[in-house]
């Protein structure tokens, strides 16, 4: 990898004026070779007596520009925060579950493993186990005490909870 950022950024260097805008854009993904880019631009800008302001933002020198590579400052970091996110859920890996090379298409064509576990567990609205009750309590009395009074909150309740039902 090394290497490889090495070459690119020499190839922006050694490149100069034969170098078009779309060639430098690709090599500026690696952003030592964007920095090295920009920092030529900024370079050309002073040495003509300019300085970079917004008015001249667009303004080429050698094929490039400080818009353009601020541009792909942004491009090349979320390209290189994706396949980061990307590698870390398809590398093999001592603890969690490896996912498939596609496992972003995976998503739009199947159900995921959780709903279909869900879907197994689904107990039919006519069985008997549905309806059987989990928990039941008889004549719940629940009362709060202050320094002044006493307030009954419920009194003689029987709460009784079913089988895949839920209490707010």
């Given at each position: 990898m090394c290497v490889l950022v090495y070459f690119s950024t020499a190839a922006i260097n050694a490149g100069g004026e034969k170098t078009t805008l779309f060639s430098n854009c690709v090599l500026s993904l690696f952003p030592t070779t964007c920095l090295t880019a920009m920092l030529k631009v900024l370079l050309g800008f002073e040495q003509n007596g300019l300085s970079v302001q917004w008015s001249n933002i667009t303004m080429d020198y050698k094929?490039?520009?400080?818009?353009?590579?601020?541009?792909?400052?942004?491009?090349?970091f979320l390209f290189w925060s994706f396949l980061g996110l990307y590698l870390e859920n398809v590398l093999p890996r001592q603890y969690g579950k490896r996912l498939s090379w596609c496992f972003c298409l995976d998503r739009f064509g199947k159900k995921s493993e959780?709903?279909?576990?869900?879907?197994?567990?689904?107990?039919?609205?006519?069985?008997?186990?549905?309806?059987?009750?989990?928990?039941?309590?008889?004549d719940v009395n629940k009362d709060f005490e202050c320094t002044y009074m006493r307030k009954d909150a419920y009194e003689g309740v029987t709460p009784e909870v079913s089988k895949l039902e839920y209490i707010n």
């Open positions: 094929n490039y520009s400080m818009l353009a590579g601020l541009i792909m400052m942004v491009v090349s959780m709903e279909e576990e869900r879907a197994r567990k689904i107990i039919p609205k006519d069985s008997p186990r549905r309806n059987a009750s989990m928990a039941s309590m008889t």
